[in-house]
């Protein structure tokens, strides 16, 4: 039975990354097909990094994911503080309607928010289709998903760690910034985080709010039909996964580290 | 955390300072005409199919840097994939364009519903480059709104190994039952039902619905020997040698051809298709000056060389033609004789009853010959039903078996 099992984790580790491997295989490809292996070059490399096209959606995508995941992670994080100190009923409601946009599918989201920016222009306002919008929305709906990070620290933390800093000569913005801030900051990371990969990720929404003075790398992929998309995206692509891996194995080197010198340091106190 | 934004940063740097355009200097005709607007800090925002431009790879021209240095106008770049996508980004009134590239029939429609601008062609003295042939054409009878970009025909890819050589030469191949399984069709109703009403004598826009229903028939004869109907999906079948028989763009063709060797290609000699994508500019467009410089840069000899290099479809500009090399604009499958041209036809705009029509005969058609899918979804989630109120039925069961 045991082969099975082994078997079993290697069967879902294949179906999780064959597509990646046959995607970096390809970036090396010397024709232009998706099929036919015709030989090693690193040609589509040299070519990316000349293609100003996708080279500036790319670093459009970075701006706008950096800006409002930061952005949401304020907002979000200032909310969901004011959420855990609402009334049990006024809380449940506020939750029910920040679940609303994470269960709600994205295209609703997209084309309301292109109708209300619309809307928006129609009244007069001047408010250009393109960097501002997609800002806009990103923001929009980065923000449940701070909030959901954010509630359970601030659910388990010790409300009375707060009081007692006041106690000790804190003033409130001090004990908040020195005491709760700290407290949270693993879910505010992680929220961050998680607001900076979907801002990333995101096609259908940025699809309906892009306009015509900027759009991000899904928008510029998903139109290289016509003669069609070149292996410079599988170089690309192949870039950001390496990037993406070393990071995650650089974290957690630096985790198990962090554990060890914990455990040593135990020791070393007798406990 | 540090690591990581170092890390991230590095990676944004070695990026973008790569990235630094390698200037080619591009001649053109009137530098001082280029200049008008140097240092008044301009910009157009330029909406183009995706991959549609030289971009400066492989020493190519990088054109739109070029056409900022050169004028000092900033360029927004934008793509998009589908005629529909754009004419819906106009639509719904969010974005404003100045330069965007739709296709003949999408612009016979806009000049319908008059949602572009008139061209000011004393700002475009470039047009003298464009061959005669594209003045004047179908979708815009006078030639007020739009300048030819890129064009091509549609014709027949086959793979030299598999199908025999007298079999080849008409749109016959593509109904021909000795290759059962080998043959793709596009994955759009317009080429299929132009093809088929081609193949029946007909004029390749559908002129009333008796000639629609007969193309209809004549497509669902051929669904059996259809291996898929697909778009791009064509160049890794027929170049992996998955498929053998596909119609497809000339241009593309070439690109086939290029990765394998066993592929060959014929426009069918009953007369095809031709298509026209040409530079427009929109109502609303807030810079139409520097839009028409734009066009105007697009049509200089170099320019139009370097996009006909790049893209792979043929060119409309004869000074452009006349600096490319010899294999190039030479090679019938890209420039095709006169004979071959003669006999094209242009996509014209339908009225709305007959386009309604063609969606209807293609969702027939796709759907023709799938009768047991009636039966199969409800009979799927009757047993899935089953399942699940078994599964409940038994459990509550084996609780109240337990619980005792």
Known sequence: ??????????????????????????????????????????????????????????????????????????????????????????????????????????????????????????????????FVTLILAHVTFNIPYVILNVMPKLRQMDMYVYEAAQDLGCSPSQAFFKVVIPEILPGILSGFLMAFTYSLDDFIISYFVAGATSQTLPITIFSSTRPPVSPEINALSAIIFMVVLTVLLLVNLHDTRIERENQRGRRGMGI | MKKMICLFCTAVLLLTGAALPVSAEVQVGDTGYYTRFQGQGKSINVHNWGEYISDGSDDSLAVISEFEQLTGIKVNYTTFSTNEEVYARLRNGGASYDVIVPSDYMIARMIREGMLEKLDFDNIPNFENISSDFRNLVYDPSNEYSVPYTWGTIGVIYNKTVVDEEDIGGWDLLWNQKYLGDILMFSNPRDDFGIALKRLGYPMNPQNTQHLSEALELLKEQKMLVQAYVMDEIFDKMVGG???????????????????????????????????????????????????????????????????????????????????????????????????????????????????????????????????????????????????????????????????
């Not at chain 1, 045991?2 to 290697?10: A, I, M, P």
């Not at chain 1, 232009?32 to 293609?51: D, H, Q, V």
């Not at chain 1, 930061?70 to 969901?80: F, W």
């Open chain 1, 1 to 130: 039975m045991k082969w099975l099992s082994k078997s079993y984790v290697w069967v879902t580790m294949a179906f999780l990354y064959a597509p990646i491997a046959v995607l970096i295989v390809f970036s090396f490809n010397q024709s232009k097909s998706r099929g036919a292996w015709t030989g090693f070059t690193w040609n589509w490399y040299r070519r990316l990094f000349t293609n100003e096209v996708i080279i500036n959606s790319l670093i459009n995508t970075l701006i706008i994911a950096v800006i409002s995941s930061i952005i949401a992670t304020v907002i979000g994080t200032l909310a969901a503080i004011g959420i855990v100190n609402m009334k049990r009923w006024q809380r449940s409601l506020i939750m029910n309607i920040t679940y609303m946009p994470v269960i709600n599918p994205e295209i609703i989201i997209g084309v309301s928010l292109m109708l209300l920016f619309v809307w928006v222009k129609s009244i007069g306002l001047q408010i250009e289709f393109g």
């Open chain 2, 242 to 404: 998955e498929a053998a028989i596909a119609p497809y763009y000339a241009g593309d063709a070439i690109t086939m051809m290029a990765d394998n060797e066993d592929l060959g290609y014929f426009v069918p000699e009953e007369g095809t298709n031709r298509f026209v994508d040409a530079l427009v500019i929109p109502k609303g467009s807030r810079e139409k000056e520097c839009a028409e410089m734009f066009i105007n840069f697009m049509l200089e000899a170099e320019v139009g060389a370097a996009n006909a290099e790049y893209i792979g479809y043929s060119s409309p500009n004869t000074a452009a033609l006349a600096i490319l090399p010899e294999e190039v604009t030479g090679n019938p499958v890209a420039y095709p004789s006169e004979e071959v041209i003669s006999k094209t036809e242009l996509w014209v705009d339908l009225p709305s009853e007959m386009n309604l029509a063609v969606d209807q005969a293609w969702t027939e058609l796709l759907s023709a010959d799938e009768e047991y899918s009636r039966w199969l979804i409800p009979a799927f989630m009757l047993i899935c039903i089953a399942v699940s109120v078994g599964l409940n039925i038994s459990r509550s069961y084996r609780k109240k078996r337990y619980g005792k």
